[in-house]
Each structure stands twice: as structure tokens, then as C-alpha cells.
């Protein structure tokens, strides 16, 4: 984690993997950083997810590989067809092909499997996370926003 000068206080809006993973890449470089979700808990919502090359690498250096790979499935075979039945891909080794051509690998994952692990993640490195707390508005001035929230934060 980088220390720079004069840290921020970052606040996010929304606890969904993007705001996680905002959250954990900003305290990465050294910023102070509260979400604010609007559910009280996380709950197991969503379906599974493919997370390509670029994705689980990026999660391997935020040190989730082995939470997230005990966790994920790596498709063993890969076919594509035209619409006419016509084949344009196959392959029984995709997941070899995939990390050695992209130097990580493909994993299906459960939504919120991911989440959590994220959540964790970032929790760990000192990120706040204050559930149950809904922002009815923001109000954007030169150097600093102003937010309304259901709940005192």
C-alpha cells in the first residue's frame, strides 16, 4: 500500500463489486475510504459471473486467489457455433489455453461469493463499510460534496 502526501477521505456510494473494488483500489494507494451501502447485510442475490484474465489477475494481486479460486469453477471445454450449426471454436483444454495465452485464468463464480470476498478484502486493508445507510442526495461545491443520508454515518 502506497502512503501519499496528503491523503483523501473517500466516500462511495454503493457496496456492489464496482464500489468494493473502488474502495479497495483507492486504500491501495493510500486513501482513507468509507462505503455507504443501502442494504443493512449482504445478502446471496445475483447469478454466476465469468471473470476473464484481466479480472482474476487483478484479483490475485489483491491477494483473493485463494479464497476465490477454492470457490470458482474454470471451464474445461469451450464450443461455438454459427446459428446455422456451423462450428467456429473448439477446444478441450480452455482453461490451459486461457492462462497460458493470458498469464491468468477464466473463473465462474457466484455473484455473491465475489462480493463477500471483496467486502472482506477491503474491510481488511481498513476500508469502513456502513451498511443500512441510504444517501438521498449530494450536493457537489468546489472542493467537497455534501451528502443526505437516512442514518448518521
Known amino acids: 500500500m502506497t502512503t501519499p502526501e496528503s491523503p ?13 473494488s473502488a474502495a479497495i483500489a483507492t486504500r491501495l494507494a493510500g486513501h482513507n475510504v468509507t462505503v455507504l451501502e443501502t442494504v443493512p447485510a449482504f445478502r446471496e442475490v445475483g447469478a454466476g459471473l465469468q471473470i476473464t484474465s484481466n479480472g482474476t489477475r487483478l484479483l490475485k494481486a489483491w491477494g483473493l486467489s485463494n479464497t476465490l479460486s477454492s470457490q470458482a469453477a474454470a471451464p474445461k471445454y469451450f464450443r461455438m ?13 480452455y482453461t490451459e489455453e ?3 495465452r493470458y498469464g491468468s485464468p477464466l473463473w465462474c463464480l457466484h455473484r455473491a461469493d465475489l462480493q463477500v470476498a471483496i467486502a472482506e478484502k477491503a474491510m481488511e486493508l481498513g476500508v469502513v463499510i456502513k451498511p443500512g ?6 450536493k457537489w461545491g468546489e472542493k467537497q460534496a455534501q451528502g443526505q443520508t437516512e442514518s448518521e454515518v
Do not use: F, M, P, W
Open 81 to 93: 457455433r454459427r446459428y446455422n450449426g456451423d462450428l467456429l471454436a473448439d477446444t478441450t483444454q
Open 8 to 20: 483523501l477521505h473517500l466516500i462511495i456510494i454503493g457496496g456492489g463489486l464496482c464500489g468494493l
Open 98 to 100: 486461457i492462462e497460458a
Open 133 to 138: 445507510c441510504k444517501v438521498e442526495s449530494v
